[in-house]
């Protein structure tokens, strides 16, 4: 046995460097980065140990076990309870497609136990098709992460496997979640599994089924993630990972959950720091997607669920809005588009309403993309050069947008049933941006796909109402908190905001923030249609359109405070949700708060001083 910190022996080392001599490109497909010890052996020592006392011969298997790193975990576990390494070394079984990673595997475990390496059941074979299911009491792997779509087996591949498994939803294959499904059909019942997954595990729509499965099947009691800052894989520093450990037989009541941890030696300790996620907290708070918020704290997990049970559906068949991803495709509806410069060109010219014409020729209307809103904001960007990847986006013109693209005003009237305003959403976000949700009014313009378009469910005679309130509210520190927890990944569609909630709203307060987003979205000369829409339906008052920065700044704080007070929120909530922006603007440009404060809105205003940033704006109009 070799312990923590000391050389590994020779035939280890080897099995440990061998991803780093395959090709690059190959290694990717293969998903081949192999698990460090430090990761392995409390994996293994938390998955094995309940197995331990049942005085038994146990049979251990990874059907992924590339060099073996959790089979020599696996060993050390069993030599540590008492038993001789050899005889452990015959209750270890492994097998991976790679015959020289699987050699590997079989001579490290061998030079570790002192038994003969051809008598270990350690060898080449397909760990999702080969082994008897039913007959392992622990499964312990890290699986390959990838997707099956690239190599030139990849679409036969997928015809053989996909009979085999019946929880991988209806995406394209991954191959984890192929091996989770694998390891819970290869267990006895009692078995444990204890696997390392991606973080799409607890939040992915695809996902979903094999959740069901650990939730409905399993005693799921770990999920602890860590983000990858300290490299403990060679891949990016933001890719997040977890590990999961699970007891097959029973139905979960809660899971032992971290998110966003770095320090591996945490998952090490003996009770390692976590949250206790209820069973029917899951359900109150995701009731549709079934997805795991991060929560750190328990307190996260309180509000949160305080903030459903106060809440209306966003979306839904009980929700305000529908949503749709924009009104055209980027790359497939690109035969649609003029772009503006080639219109200009052309003779092309914007008109008082935001219309570019030239005379004998069809209208053409300005495509927003998602760079070009920002919170409240309806030109934050105008097109400088390029396309695609390689767009670049430049300070706009306050009297003038600036797109890419240019759509034909009768193609827009026949793709959009809803011809009125809308609320428009950033669908390309993340929960580590200074703001998740990033929302604007909008008048009745077409919109690409990287913004998502919410417009009104229910008929009703103050549609802008409606939805100018909605953005008010979706611009809302409160509601960004609860939506910065939930997002998982980068895109923010359906599948997210489905589980998402506004607040309860009455009359006079509806009608307050109805007039603060349109002071702030309804700021450009050609935006006169939604004033006078807003005067017919009587409620605009004497609201004025918000130009400067100290209005802009007073208004939020007032959307913040009115959105806080509509869910129920109390000063202390506020200052929780708000912890961290108090910090010196130095220390937060030069250094990253705790994990804890990961999701936090400590970058909102960062440079400016403390009692300047809206967080704390917020927090100190609640006296």
Same mark, same amino acid.
């Given at each position: 046995m070799t312990a923590a910190g000391e050389p590994l022996p020779p035939f280890a080392a080897a099995a440990a460097a061998y991803p780093e001599r395959l090709p690059p490109a190959e290694r990717k497909r293969r998903g081949a980065w192999f698990t460090p010890r430090s990761l392995a052996q409390p994996t293994a020592q938390r998955t094995l140990a309940p197995l331990l006392r049942r005085d038994r011969p146990l049979r251990i298997v990874d059907p992924a076990v590339g060099g073996g790193t959790f089979l020599l975990a696996a060993l050390e576990v069993l030599v540590a309870a008492g038993l001789p390494a050899p005889h452990a070394a015959s209750w270890l079984c492994g097998r991976d497609l790679d015959a020289t990673a699987a050699r590997l595997a079989a001579d490290a475990v061998a030079e570790a136990s002192g038994a003969a390496a051809d008598t270990l059941d350690l060898r080449q074979g397909d760990g999702l098709l080969d082994l008897e299911p039913g007959s392992f009491d622990a499964v312990l792997t890290n699986p390959p992460w990838e997707t099956l779509q690239a190599g030139p087996d990849a679409a036969s591949r997928t015809r053989t496997l996909r009979p085999h498994f019946s929880h991988q939803g209806h995406g394209k294959l991954q191959t984890y979640r192929?091996?989770?499904?694998?390891?819970?059909?290869?267990?006895?019942?009692?078995? =444990?599994?204890?696997?390392?997954?991606?973080?799409?595990?607890?939040?992915?729509?695809?996902?979903?089924?094999?959740?069901?499965?650990?939730?409905?099947?399993?005693? !799921?009691? !770990?999920?602890?993630?860590?983000?990858?800052?300290?490299?403990?894989?060679?891949?990016?520093?933001?890719?997040?990972?977890?590990?999961?450990?699970?007891?097959?037989?029973?139905r979960t009541r809660a899971v032992q959950v971290a998110f966003g941890r770095t320090d591996v030696a945490e998952w090490a300790a003996a009770a390692p720091p976590h949250v206790r996620y209820e069973r029917d907290e899951l359900r109150r708070c995701s009731p549709l997607s079934g997805t795991f918020v991060e929560v750190t704290h328990r307190r996260d997990l309180d509000l949160l669920a305080r903030l459903h049970a106060s809440g209306t559906p966003l979306l839904g068949p009980h929700g305000a809005f529908e949503w749709r991803q924009g009104d055209f495709?980027?790359?497939?509806?690109?035969?649609?588009?003029?772009?503006?410069?080639?219109?200009?060109?052309?003779?092309?010219?914007?008109?008082?309403?935001?219309?570019?014409?030239?005379?004998?020729?069809?209208?053409?209307?300005?495509?927003?993309?998602g760079a070009m809103i920002d919170d409240l904001q309806p030109n934050a960007a105008a097109h400088a050069a390029g396309h695609g990847h390689g767009t670049r986006w430049q300070k706009p013109r306050p009297d003038r947008l600036q797109p890419l693209y240019l759509v034909p005003a009768s193609t827009f009237a026949a793709t959009t049933t809803a011809a009125g305003p809308r609320l428009a959403l950033r669908a390309l976000s993340n929960a580590t941006n200074a703001r998740t949700a990033i929302a604007c009014l909008l008048p009745p313009v077409p919109c690409g796909n990287s913004l998502g378009v919410l417009t009104n469910r229910a008929p009703t005679t103050t549609p802008l109402r409606q939805?100018?309130? &909605?953005?008010?509210? #979706?611009?809302?520190?409160?509601?960004?908190? %609860?939506?910065?927890?939930? #997002?998982? &990944?980068?895109?923010?569609?359906?599948?997210?905001?489905?589980?998402?909630?506004?607040?309860?709203?009455?009359?006079? /307060? /509806?009608?307050?923030? %109805?007039?603060?987003?349109?002071?702030?979205? *309804?700021?450009?000369?050609?935006?006169?249609?939604? !004033?006078?829409?807003?005067?017919?339906?009587?409620?605009?008052?004497? %609201?004025?359109?918000?130009?400067?920065?100290?209005?802009?700044?007073?208004? /939020?704080?007032?959307?913040?405070?009115?959105? &806080?007070?509509?869910?129920?929120?109390?000063?202390?909530?506020?200052?929780?949700?708000?912890?961290?922006?108090?910090?010196? *603007?130095? =220390?937060?440009?030069?250094?990253?708060?705790?994990?804890?404060?990961?999701?936090?809105?400590? =970058?909102?205003?960062?440079?400016?001083?403390? %009692?300047?940033?809206?967080?704390?704006? !917020?927090?100190?109009?609640?006296?």
């Open positions: 192929l091996f989770v499904e694998r390891a819970f059909t290869l267990l006895r019942p009692g078995g =444990r599994l204890g696997l390392i997954v991606p973080a799409s595990l607890w939040f992915d729509r695809d996902a979903e089924p094999l959740r069901r499965l650990l939730l409905d099947h399993t005693d !799921w009691q !770990w999920l602890f993630g860590f983000e990858n800052r300290d490299k403990v894989f060679p891949i990016d520093s933001r890719y997040r990972f977890a590990v999961i450990v699970a007891e097959k037989g029973g495709n980027m790359t497939a509806d690109r035969g649609c588009f003029v772009e503006r410069a080639h219109a200009e060109h052309d003779g092309y010219a914007p008109d008082a309403d935001g219309v570019w014409r030239r005379a004998g020729a069809i209208d053409l209307l300005p495509l927003y993309q939805l100018a309130a &909605g953005t008010a509210a #979706l611009s809302s520190l409160a509601f960004d908190w %609860a939506l910065r927890i939930r #997002l998982g &990944g980068t895109n923010l569609n359906r599948f997210v905001l489905m589980d998402c909630v506004l607040p309860a709203l009455d009359e006079a /307060t /509806t009608d307050e923030l %109805a007039r603060l987003a349109l002071a702030m979205c *309804a700021v450009l000369p050609w935006h006169g249609p939604l !004033w006078q829409l807003a005067q017919q339906e009587g409620w605009c008052g004497d %609201a004025a359109p918000a130009l400067d920065a100290a209005t802009r700044a007073l208004l /939020t704080t007032r959307i913040d405070v009115l959105v &806080g007070r509509a869910f129920g929120l109390t000063r202390a909530d506020v200052a929780w949700m708000v912890r961290g922006c108090e910090l010196p *603007a130095e =220390r937060l440009v030069r250094h990253r708060p705790a994990p804890e404060l990961a999701k936090g809105f400590w =970058r909102v205003d960062r440079t400016l001083p403390p %009692a300047a940033r809206r967080p704390n704006r !917020w927090l100190a109009a609640l006296g």
